[in-house]
């Protein structure tokens, strides 16, 4: 079992940053990739970001060169570096890591 706390969500102005963190616990040992999710109201969840145990990212081409997936593996944390946010980033950002998810954190960005 792994447990994912989410945090690091809130109220952004469009053009604004935000950093959202993803803090593992559990059977950490298990983990090869990690990674960002988002939902939207009425939308289906979605892929922002991943990472793999190696550094290799992935990213949603709506937010290649706006946002960066990172991860510090002394802290067994992931974190998602949000900048030039839009208004169409609102959502519920979820971190997943294998089969597990966390509860999310939400981001609204203001226009």
């Known amino acids: 079992q792994v447990q994912l706390v989410e945090s690091g969500g809130g109220l952004a102005q469009a053009g604004g940053s935000l950093r959202l963190s993803c803090a593992a616990s559990g059977s950490i040992f298990s983990i090869n990739a990690m990674g960002w999710y988002r939902q939207a109201p009425g939308k289906q969840r979605e892929l922002v970001a991943t990472i793999t145990s190696g550094g290799s990212t992935n990213y949603a081409d709506s937010v290649k060169g706006r946002f960066t997936i990172s991860r510090d593996g002394a802290k067994n944390t992931v974190y998602l570096q949000m900048n030039s946010l839009r208004a169409e980033d609102t959502a519920v950002y979820y971190c997943?890591?294998?089969?597990?998810w966390g509860k999310g954190t939400l981001v609204t960005v203001s226009s």
């Open positions: 997943k890591a294998n089969v597990y």
